[in-house]
């Protein structure tokens, strides 16, 4: 099948399908239906290093890709769970190159994770805390955010 954009903006697609009791609109809808699977392999191999994991002995590589596979589930879990509140809380800017993006990348939360580690050992003082030390969590903060 051959898809292709009237308007010419987008590159034509050819979807290829074994199974002919398929219509056209089934077959786009599969292919569409993939991509977010293909999105979560791509961010294993990419954020996580399951496509290039550095052991050896046959059982670990056996292990490396589902663990790594359940690494990124589980960071999915606590984002959606927690860490968009602490992303919330901690006040993370956008960035400024997708203003409305409508939902959090896994690059998102992998660095809403990262952060709210960093924070727990270098911004948050403790409880009689003087003005300097205010300031310096408050600088800290935002290097945690910048990072």
Request: no cysteine; aromatic share 10%; glycine share 4%.
């Amino acid at each position: 099948m051959i898809v292709e954009d009237p308007s010419g903006i987008y590159r034509t697609d050819y979807l290829l399908s074994t199974d002919e009791s398929l219509t056209p609109s089934e077959v786009v809808e599969l292919y569409a239906r993939r991509w977010t699977l293909e999105r979560t392999f791509q961010d294993a191999k990419q954020k996580l290093r399951v496509e290039d994991p550095q052991v050896q002995r046959p059982a670990s590589v056996r292990r490396a890709v589902p663990m790594g596979m359940l690494v990124y589930s589980l960071v999915v879990f606590w984002y959606l769970r927690h860490g968009h509140e602490e992303a919330a809380r901690m006040q993370v800017r956008p960035d400024p190159w997708y203003p409305d993006k409508p939902r959090p990348s896994f690059s998102d939360m992998l660095a809403a994770l990262r952060r709210l580690g960093w924070a727990a050992h270098f911004v948050d003082p403790p409880s009689g805390q003087t003005a300097r030390q205010k300031r310096a969590a408050r600088y800290l903060m935002q290097v945690v955010a910048a990072a």
